[in-house]
T-cell receptor, first 109, second 116 residues
Framework: DAKTTQPTSMDCAEGRAANLPCNHS???????VYWYRQIHSQGPQYIIHGLKNNETNEMASLIITEDRKSSTLILPHATLRDTAVYYCIVGLSQGNLIFGKGTKLSVKP | GAVVSQHPSWVICKSGTSVKIECRSLDFQATTMFWYRQFPKQSLMLMAT?????????EQGVEKDKFLINHASLTLSTLTVTSAHPEDSSFYIC????????????FGDGTRLSIL
């Protein structure tokens, strides 16, 4: 079973920041938090990952709480092309990824 | 960035046919590759873990004689669905992991398999 809990769906207005929450209260000390997204009929696309510190790349920012029991993925300026299912996954760096149901993000004009 | 190529993108074939799907890591060496299956409106389910040069490890409920996995090189893994039947119709996705523990898994674009 997936070790994360995410809202089933979220809406976001185009151009606004999309904040996607994830709970992972049973995360182990050596497990990372990974975010992927899947656009319809494509393979999952890597977004970002982190262990303890907040991370930022060209796609998104990842905010991890100090106790590491939850995190938030931030898409700073959502576009229509960001509409997808977003998966938050916890796992070891060289281990397999167990996918939950993810959050279906709909970016609306 | 890291690229994983999967071929074919889609295949339609008759019941009883065997189908081979290839997964290649294009710009890195993949010590481990994973095979997933995704049914409509469901999430990805891990089928097996494949390490180069050794036998694949299958998840519970996945028939190893039905889904043959070969990982003969550090850049290529294949999944063969033997004697495919309509219930095997699904979206099959591979992912690849490099030796660099700082690198995440990267996924192929999937293969849509339809068995008539």
């Amino acid at each position: 079973d997936a070790k994360t809990t995410q809202p089933t769906s979220m809406d976001c207005a185009e151009g606004r920041a999309a904040n996607l929450p994830c709970n992972h209260s049973t995360i182990s000390g050596n497990e990372y938090v990974y975010w992927y997204r899947q656009i319809h009929s494509q393979g999952p696309q890597y977004i970002i990952h982190g262990l303890k510190n907040n991370e930022t790349n060209e796609m998104a920012s990842l905010i991890i709480t100090e106790d590491r029991k939850s995190s938030t993925l931030i898409l700073p300026h959502a576009t229509l092309r960001d509409t997808a299912v977003y998966y938050c996954i916890v796992g070891l760096s060289q281990g397999n990824l167990i996918f939950g149901k993810g959050t279906k993000l709909s970016v609306k004009p | 960035g890291a690229v994983v190529s999967q071929h074919p993108s889609w295949v339609i074939c008759k019941s009883g046919t065997s189908v081979k799907i290839e997964c290649r890591s294009l710009d890195f060496q993949a010590t481990t590759m994973f095979w997933y299956r995704q049914f409509p409106k469901q999430s990805l389910m891990l089928m097996a873990t494949s390490n180069e040069g050794s036998k694949a490890t299958y998840e519970q409920g996945v028939e190893k004689d039905k889904f043959l996995i070969n990982h003969a090189s550090l850049t290529l893994s294949t999944l063969t669905v033997t004697s495919a039947h309509p219930e095997d119709s699904s979206f099959y996705i591979c992912s690849a992991l490099s030796w660099d523990s700082n690198q995440p898994q990267h996924f192929g674009d999937g293969t849509r398999l339809s068995i008539l």
